[in-house]
T-cell receptor, first 113, second 123 residues
């Protein structure tokens, strides 16, 4: 799997958009970009994933650059409950289910009142 | 959405005992389950991957005789920490996923869904 790099930590004012960047410059053509987050003392929560098109769901938007070497997770109106560690992961799409997710250190997002 | 239930959420036991942790997919069939451990202020570390009906594949440095994994059905996997010692105290997290559906076509990929973790404390 391709490696990703993320800032160690970020702050965001409550009610503002939180934009979390991720670099994955060695991503392959068949690798998806996944975002998860982990709130303190809980299991990770799936947020969103995409291949090359931008994606949006009820939680967030995912913007992937045209060359696919980086992406940005956008939380449109951050709340205090969005304070968590956010993980960006790339993973190859396989027809079998045997493929593993390796977590990096992630970005610790603090939403400030 | 897909729900993964993990039990127990917290366990405290004496050194030398064995502890079993259960991971269940409640509303989908999980062809693959993953077990992670996490130490304070660190990221998740993958321990092993199990496919239903076959032996688990362990990551380098993880003792398979110490951490027994069973994935006997499409909705249940168990992790047993045998002869636990204080250094085994950690946050253990399971996740589950299923194969991509035909409707999604080749190249699509289901995300993993995680349980809420088990905090294991060995005295």
């Amino acid at each position: 799997d391709a490696k990703t790099t993320q800032p160690t930590s970020m702050d965001c004012a409550e009610g503002r958009a939180a934009n979390l960047p991720c670099n994955h410059s060695t991503i392959s053509g068949n690798e998806y970009v996944y975002w998860y987050r982990q709130i303190h003392s809980q299991g990770p929560q799936y947020i969103i994933h995409g291949l090359k098109n931008n994606e949006t769901n009820e939680m967030a938007s995912l913007i992937i650059t045209e060359d696919r070497k980086s992406s940005t997770l956008i939380l449109p109106h951050a709340t205090l409950r969005d304070t968590a560690v956010y993980y960006c992961i790339v993973r190859v799409a396989l027809k079998t289910s045997y493929d593993k997710v390796i977590f990096g250190p992630g970005t610790s997002l603090s939403v400030i009142p | 959405g897909a729900v993964v239930s993990q039990h127990p959420s917290r366990v405290i036991c004496k050194s030398g005992t064995s502890v079993k942790i259960e991971c269940r997919s409640l509303d989908f069939q999980a062809t693959t389950m993953f077990w992670y451990r996490q130490f304070p202020k660190q990221s998740l570390m993958l321990m092993a991957t199990s496919n239903e009906g076959s032996k688990a594949t362990y990551e380098q440095g993880v003792e398979k005789d110490k951490f027994l994994i069973n994935h006997a059905s499409l909705t249940l996997s168990t992790l047993t920490v045998t002869s636990a010692h204080p250094e085994d105290s950690s946050f253990y997290i399971c996740s589950a996923r299923t194969l991509a559906s035909r409707r999604q076509g080749a190249g699509s990929n289901q995300p993993q869904h995680f349980g809420d973790g088990t905090r294991l404390s060995i005295l």
